[in-house]
């Protein structure tokens, strides 16, 4: 089983840049979609019913925010969301479930300019953890794909130093991240690349990305029962128009 996540940063401006092409192109079986900005109504016949997979949405109240997606070529047993009106108002989860598999398509908030909004993001860490961990104790396996919005260490952004104190590398965020990854969850890419400079998100500005100034905030996390079941993960850092690039995990 092939699953993709990407966060589009806007699923209407990537329509314009061939998305639709790359979605009946990229072989997924899953494909985990964040950052939306868009409900249902708003959207296209070819976002909406492409011809290889089914979608499902799950959108905030807030217009032109947040919001998450899964295309899937597999019928779902159910779908759901997090269970918590203070995310779910905001589109941030949408979980697939496949008998015993459960795939998430998560995104993460951002803790804003001068930790503005950690206590929130904090607040969504805990509550995804412990859905996570009640998922587990139901003998479900877990796929969780998405925006974490954390570069969880100093490999995993250019500039970590420089970056001490910003959104997404304060010591609050990387200790969840550890905690997290210190628990019975698995960062995929990671047990199989130890390599630096791989990054999955680039600023708009400076030429980042041509330089490959990035920071990878973009996860396939498991829990450990499942990681004998993965083959691989990867960064499609090729891929272009948004200012992430999409993420895979092939599962046995």
Partial sequence: MKIISWNVNGIRAVEKKDFCTWLNNCGADIVCIQETKARPEQLSDALLS??????????????????????????PDKMEKLGDDRFDSEGRVLIAYFDKLAVISAY???SQNAGARID???????????????????????????????????IDLANPKANEGNA??????????????????????????SEPAQYT??????????????????????????????????????????DHCPIEINLK
């Avoid at 969504?124 to 969880?152: E, R, W």
């Fill in 50 to 75: 492409p011809a290889l997979y089914k979608s499902y949405w799950s959108s905030a109240e807030k217009a032109g925010y947040s919001g998450t997606a899964i295309y899937s070529k597999i019928e």
């Fill in 108 to 110: 993460f908030p951002n």
């Fill in 120 to 154: 929130y993001k904090l607040a969504f860490c805990q509550a995804m953890f412990d859905k996570l961990n009640s998922l587990i104790n139901k003998g479900f396996d877990i796929v969780l794909c998405g925006d974490y919005n954390i570069a969880h260490k100093p």
């Fill in 168 to 193: 997404g590398y304060l010591p609050e965020e990387r200790e969840w991240m550890e905690m997290f990854t210190n628990n019975g969850y698995v960062d995929a890419f990671r047990h199989f690349c």
């Fill in 201 to 242: 998100w680039w600023s708009y500005r400076f030429h980042a990305r041509e330089k490959n100034i990035g920071w990878r905030i973009d996860y396939t996390c498991v829990n450990e029962r499942l990681l004998s079941k993965v083959e691989s993960a990867l960064i499609h850092s090729e891929v272009t128009g948004s």
